[in-house]
């Protein structure tokens, strides 16, 4: 690890990024301001048709700084352009004076867990959906609770944090708006304190950030974790683990102009599914454009992504996976039905896994992946998943191709470039 050629190269590696960083905007005393910063012109889909701009035009009487779970949700309501910093950790799980909350504060007259579980035992109420007054007070207290936790973003939003900023028990929902950017903040723990049975498996609801018909969001230097929750220390219940979390980054429901960049996404099992259905109900066949670059997928079981319909650039990520994290590793890109996949140059550093696993076909008939570097060597990875699995094969030829992206990196450099620059706090 601290060989000379290693040393040599990390600092070739951070040469290169600062050559070829993204501007920031500098305030009147020369600093960068990264809430005037709109997306480079060629920073993937986001970029396309108009650019992404958030809120980085706001009036200066619409700049906040926000420092309660309250302020934060009043201040990204509406569309008008607005920045909003974000100061110091805000935990969701607060009322408006900042007091605690935990989940039990939002139970129904009806409603405790242990009645639930007493209700819905297959012993007695058979392995069928719940139904009836029980299930009817779970679902009045997770509206409850849904309505407190999600933040609803309006248009021509910029959020960024403010140093070291983080937010806990939040669920960041872009959904039906435009013009969107999320920047260095910690976004942790999108937790459920009401997950359904529905007769053979638990269901969780919430994700990290969901952007649900929406176009133009740029989500950039993040830090997405599961915080204290461990989606594979949850509870077994009749046969079937308890899901209290949900994705880290989804992208849903024909969102279209998106870039992923530069974001560390820490210990999670369903990181990011883009489409999410194989049937055309959305009208997403020409939507769901998104780029993927320079992310750190750190012990991210699945999906990293999975796409269904859309187009994905993916290129300079990096996946590590250690066994000790207490997580699986069953894939890192699939290729849903109708999907479009360009990956190039992405490195995985993936102990004790086959370089067959790295990839995986949901019912896609194509992926195009090049510049592969897995644990160390270059990879055809294609051609090792064909091998593996000749009842599934997929072609290496996909009609769509890239139109804009920034400088892609030779893949010997993202093990170092990645690690050192991804995440909230590394914008400077």
């Not at 950790?89 to 007091?99: F, S």
């Amino acid at each position: 690890m601290n060989s000379p050629a290693r040393r040599v190269l990390a600092a070739a590696a951070i040469a290169v990024l600062a050559a070829t960083a993204v501007p920031g905007a500098a305030d009147a005393h020369g600093r960068f301001d990264l809430g005037r910063q709109a997306i480079a012109a060629d920073d993937g889909w986001a970029a396309y048709d108009g650019g992404t701009t958030g809120g980085s035009d706001a009036a200066r009487d619409h700049v906040y700084t926000v420092d309660t779970w309250a302020e934060l949700k009043a201040a990204v309501a509406g569309d008008e352009p607005k920045i909003v910093k974000v100061k110091g950790d805000i935990d969701a799980w607060t009322d408006a004076e900042g007091n605690a909350l935990t989940c039990e504060d939002w139970n129904d007259p009806g409603y405790t867990w242990e009645s639930y579980l007493e209700t819905y035992d297959p012993e007695v109420w058979g392995w069928n959906a719940p139904s009836g007054p029980v299930e009817q007070a779970r679902v009045r207290s997770y509206n409850a609770y849904r309505q407190h936790v999600l933040l609803s973003i309006g248009a021509n939003t910029t959020i960024v944090g403010a140093g070291d900023a983080s937010v806990t028990h939040g669920a960041f929902f872009i959904s039906n708006t435009e013009n969107v950017i999320v920047r260095n903040l910690g976004v942790h723990d999108s937790y459920d304190c009401f997950p359904a049975w529905e007769g053979t498996a638990w269901d969780g609801e919430f994700d990290n950030f969901e952007v649900s018909g929406s176009t133009h969001v740029w989500l950039d230097h993040l830090t997405v974790t599961d915080g204290t929750t461990h989606d594979y220390q949850a509870p077994v219940i009749w046969g079937a683990r308890v899901e209290y979390l949900d994705g880290a980054i989804d992208i849903v429901r024909a969102s279209d102009l998106v870039t992923v960049s530069w974001n560390h996404i820490q210990n999670h099992d369903k990181t990011m599914l883009i489409g999410n259905t194989d049937s055309d109900r959305y009208g997403e066949d020409d939507k769901l454009r998104v780029t993927v670059h320079h992310n750190w997928f750190e012990n991210a079981a699945q999906r990293a992504p999975r796409l269904r319909w859309g187009q994905n650039h993916v290129y300079n990520n990096y996946y590590t996976y250690d066994p000790d994290s207490g997580y699986p590793y069953f894939y890192s890109i699939g290729a849903g039905r109708y999907s479009q996949i360009y990956a190039e140059n992405n490195a995985w550093d993936v102990e004790g896994v086959d370089a067959s696993a790295a990839i995986y076909n949901w019912g896609g008939d194509a992926m195009h992946v090049e510049g592969s570097l897995f644990n160390g060597q270059r990879t055809d990875l294609l051609a090792a998943w064909n091998e593996a699995n000749p009842e599934a094969p997929m072609s290496d030829t996909v009609t769509e191709l890239p139109v804009l992206h920034g400088k892609i990196h030779a893949v010997r450099l993202v093990p170092i470039l990645v690690p050192a620059w991804a995440g909230a706090g590394r914008l400077g």
